[in-house]
């Protein structure tokens, strides 16, 4: 069984960091991880992609979060994270982390989905 374990949600002040992190494992084992990714959803609002990260380090943001957000990912770890700075109180939301994982050499990806953590920015 797969798991993506998410932490370092909470409560923060507009102008606040945040420093999300999501760790994937599996009973079996992992044998790589392809695109990972954070997404998040508002309160009577649909999911939407936060950045995503490829596995050799290419990324891609939300024009909301440019210049803010930083996501980064240690493949031996087969962990993904989120710098998330200058926090505004329309961040705040649900995020999700999200992983393309090949559990078996020559299995094709398969997409997993964190349980969530809230993200609150509020005074």
């Known amino acids: 069984q797969v798991q993506l374990v998410e932490s370092g949600g909470g409560l923060v002040q507009p102008g606040g960091s945040l420093r999300l992190s999501c760790a994937a494992s599996g009973a079996g084992g992992i044998f790589s991880t392809n695109a990972m990714g954070w997404y998040r959803q508002a309160p009577g609002k649909e999911r939407e992609l936060v950045a995503t990260i490829a596995r050799r380090g290419g990324t891609n943001y939300a024009d909301s979060v440019k210049g803010r957000f930083t996501i980064s990912r240690d493949n031996a770890k087969n962990t993904v994270y989120l710098q998330m700075n200058g926090l505004k109180p329309e961040d705040t939301a649900v995020y999700y982390c999200?992983?393309?994982?090949?559990?078996?050499?020559?299995?094709?990806?398969?997409?997993?989905w964190g349980q969530g953590t809230q993200v609150t920015v509020s005074s």
């Open positions: 999200n992983a393309f994982l090949v559990l078996v050499p020559g299995m094709r990806p398969l997409e997993y």
